[in-house]
């Protein structure tokens, strides 16, 4: 429902202050490619396409002009550690690396609010931290919000806040 | 510049490549509907090309101008009125050449105890071989009848027993209605391939047509002129326009032959109904390959919408890869059918078996197929916008799908 990928039974969602309920689904599709970007636990990338090119699928969408666009796919491909492969089918991708194309991909266009399903669960110690550090400066310099699932104390301890689930429901005394 | 069109279409080609033996057995298909559209309408231009030079070219030409009310009673001649102006207007018109002068009546042939009814027409003969093609045909003797002979179909002599040199009397109403006999000599045998056309036709000059009827000098009862079918209504308005003050009656083939002509469009609604089972058969394959590819990329699509794809570029992206597959195919099909017509073109098709009794065949029984290229456009032009109407229903149904359905799938 955080995504507008879905509505309420009741109650309203807010990203940014805009309302979610009674959006068309082309006002959602609008409003999910402007301020959210999505980590998804099993990647979801466009097969057919280049690391580059998952990326900038999105950015693409938001309309962002060519030159722009490249300066951002090759810094941001690059912070991941994705240099070398940008140019790589992401069928050719270890799971880590697909990993990575997906985070980038949901932070590129510089999203309001990123959902992430366990983003570092793939990566090694060396890349999940660089991914963490990349979180922490779009945070504090963009002010992007990061939601998470995480099993990764590394990631949990960054959280301002935390909710702890247990079987599905919160757990007595998480705020 | 927006390129998101052509990212859509990357995706949609490399996802017909990635599952090539599904997009091949697809293009296949496809390609074999437009292939059959293509060969079948071409070997049905050659067919109706066939029939409309036989019926032409074996007597009619594709105007006949007459008197009015000629057809009512052949043997009471009417001669056209004034036929020095209508010759002039002929001339001014390009059509000498293509315009065959006729007086016409119907006789009775006898040749000793045997006699048979017949269509006499006196012609002009260097005129008459712009219209129609019986002088192609002659068997023996000559075409040009010389004064005093006759020129008769080879099935008429046999079944008279007649042979070149042979004298035969004919017996007719002459311009005054009164009785007229003459003999003449066979001078030359002719087979048009149409049986019945050879027992009942009889050639002589014109001249002795007008001597043997008691005719005018230049009386004339049937001027047919040979108009390409698709020249005939511009030829037949500027008929109208410069004869307008005489009292004629001028049919194109259409009128003169209702039977050839609605042949043709029974032709055209066979051909027709086989081409919508054709491609009703072929846009229920695509539907289908479309259908399986939603449903297969039902996860991919929902990730798309998750990423803000709205509905109608998620509809361009599913029928942008529908078009791919039927542009694949006509290209295919096309290429495949203009050889196969290049080949049926020269070679034909050897129809002799099944049409040696028919008027429409007189001409010959080889059947060539013609290929229009407005007839390939259009057959690639109906290939594609039945690849984007059977693309349009599974695009619209993934359009409408929830996001969180599609990424809940496995």
Known sequence: ?175 | MNTLPFIHIRIALRNILRHRRRSLLTIAAVAFGIFCLIVFQALKTGLHDKMLESSLGLDMGGIQIHAPGYEMNMPLLRPLPEPETISDVLDRLGLHSSSAPRVKTTALILAGKRSSSVILSGIAPDREAGVTFIHRTIRAGNYVPAPGTLLMGKALATSLDLRPGDPVDILAQDSFGQPARTRLTVGGLFESGLRRFDLAHVYLSIDDARTFLDTEPNDVTEIAIGTRPEAVDATVAKLHDALAGLDLQIRTYRELAPDLVQLMELNNATFNLLIIIVFTIVAMGIANTMTTVIFERFRELGTLAALGTNPGQIVFLIVAESALLGMMAALLGSMAAVLACSWLAVHGIDLSHFTSSNQYFAAGSLLRARLAAGDILTANAVTLLTALAAGIFPAIRAARMKPVDALRSV
């Open chain 1, 1 to 175: 429902m955080m995504g507008v990928l879905d509505v309420p039974t009741y109650g309203t969602v807010r990203i940014d202050g805009h309302p979610t309920d009674g959006l068309s689904r082309t006002a959602a599709a609008l409003l999910r490619r402007d301020l959210i970007g999505f980590v998804f636990q099993s990647f979801n990338l466009i097969q057919v396409l280049t690391a580059w090119e998952n990326v900038e699928y999105g950015l693409i969408l938001k309309g962002m002009p060519t030159g722009r666009r490249t300066s951002v796919i090759r810094d941001i491909l690059g912070a991941v550690g994705l240099g070398d492969k940008m140019r790589t089918r992401v069928t050719r991708l270890s799971g880590g690396e697909q990993q990575r194309v997906a985070i980038a991909r949901a932070v590129a266009g510089s999203p309001k609010v990123v959902l992430a399903d366990e983003p570092t669960a793939n990566l090694d110690t060396k890349t999940g931290l660089a991914i963490i550090e990349l979180f922490r400066t779009m945070n504090r310099e963009r002010g992007t919000t990061f939601i998470f699932s995480s099993h990764d104390p590394r990631m949990t301890g960054l959280a301002h806040r935390t909710v702890t689930l247990i079987d599905g429901r919160r757990a007595p005394g998480s705020t």
